[in-house]
């Protein structure tokens, strides 16, 4: 794996620095307006970037109704902020606007500028670092600049992946993604009889777990119905409580907890895998995946604490993630191998957790598409199969 991380760092990905400096200059005049419109709202000039001045502004000045304090005076944190811009009057549009502000703010300062200091003037690109021995799951991770964490969603998130290209003019990026990973690895490792045969059958995951769930037909399973089972399918990977379910699906706890119960009694032995999954792990004083890989639970504690419920969490979660990470990191040194035997001029660029993006030229994208999807899908075997979707595209947005 060292070998393949070393390529991917040299090799590089190209920024069309033009392009990032007017994505700057649009989110400074963007900043400008939205600040004058604070102003002019509120009435009153204040420093944005300080928690006290916002605070003043929003409780004392406008007087909205304060949500919640901390030890040095009041919150106002995005939750809060969130909450204020949803109230029916008038002051409710300078929370909204601080919204924007910081929204704006963390672009500009957390994305666009880094990555314009971070370009190498002699290559024209970036060169992160990837680091595969610095998380507790063995996830990669990546710095200087982080390009794992690049916005997802939104305007501004596709204008500055925009600025993401291809080294060479007819190049193209191919990316690569696990669908449903980490669910997959709990179906392996659980050895679920409907989870690992929907799995087999090539079925929505989501609309099945909603039918079963809330006694419907698969066929008359409704959007929100499905993201919701989606919901619960994810956050019980986490850990989530009854309480968990009932605020983000904004039911009463006991709703939330019979909904919880049905889900155990379509998966039982996903309810065996979460209950033995933290005895074994405390007995242990360790979490193990499938590879082996440990994670020792005193480690945790210094992250996360030391409850049970936190404790509990770990041990649920971190054997699939860490089994998730392993297969990626596996499928990566398969790449490598095939690429070099094929001896094709392509090459992989970046890791995105469950995601693998190529760089090569268009006409080899559907050789190279298909060495992808192989070395990815045959990495390992499981009792229920892998499959990746792919993209291509001619920027980072497009993929």
């Known amino acids: ?41 509120a009435g009153s000039k204040v420093n944005l970037n300080s928690p006290k001045q916002v605070g003043w502004l929003l409780f004392d000045h406008l007087g909205l109704p304060v949500i919640k304090k901390t030890k040095t005076g009041y919150s106002t944190d995005v939750t809060v902020l969130e909450e204020l811009s949803r109230l029916d009057r008038p002051e409710a549009l300078v929370a909204k606007l601080l919204l ?15 990555l314009i200091d971070a370009i190498d003037p002699k290559t024209g690109k970036v060169h992160t670092t990837f680091e595969h021995t610095s998380t507790g799951t063995g996830r ?22 925009e600025a993401f290209i291809p080294d060479r003019r007819d190049g193209i990026f191919i990316a690569a993604d696990y669908s449903q990973i980490e669910l997959r690895v709990l179906a392996h490792i659980s050895g679920d009889k409907k989870l690992c045969e929907a799995f087999e059958k090539g079925r929505d995951i989501h609309a099945e777990t909603a039918a079963w769930i809330f006694g419907v037909d698969t066929e008359k399973v409704s959007p929100e119905l499905r993201r919701m089972a989606k919901m619960i399918n994810f956050g019980l990977l986490y850990g989530m ?55 020792p639970l005193n480690e945790v504690t210094t992250v996360v604490g030391n409850s049970t419920a936190a404790l509990k969490r770990v041990a649920i979660n971190t054997p699939i993630q860490s089994a998730a990470a392993d297969i990626t990191k596996i499928a990566m040194i398969r790449l490598d191998e095939a690429l070099q035997r094929e001896n094709i001029d392509a090459a992989l660029i970046l890791q995105i957790h469950d995601s693998l993006i190529c760089e090569c030229s268009a006409v080899d994208e559907e050789v190279v598409s298909g060495i992808l999807k192989e070395s990815m899908e045959s990495a390992v075997e499981l009792s229920v199969p892998l499959e990746v979707n792919l993209k291509s595209g001619r920027t980072l947005a497009e993929v």
């Open 1 to 41: 794996l060292s070998v393949v991380l070393s390529k991917m760092e040299r090799k590089g990905i190209r920024l069309d620095l033009d392009h990032l400096w007017k994505v700057k200059h649009e989110l400074e005049r963007t900043l400008d307006d939205v600040k004058a419109s604070i102003d002019m709202a």
């Open 100 to 114: 924007d502000h910081r929204e704006l703010t963390k672009m500009l300062t957390g994305f666009v500028q880094p």
């Open 140 to 161: 990669l991770s990546s710095r200087d600049p982080n390009l794992q964490n690049l916005p997802a969603y939104g305007d501004w998130a596709t204008k500055l992946k």
């Open 241 to 295: 409580t009854p309480y968990g379910l009932a605020s983000r699906l904004n039911i009463g706890r006991e709703e939330a907890k019979t909904i919880i119960d049905r889900y155990f009694s379509a998966f039982p032995k996903v309810g065996d895998y979460i209950e033995k999954s933290y005895e074994e792990a405390r007995k242990r004083g360790y979490t193990l995946s499938l590879f082996g890989r440990r994670r």
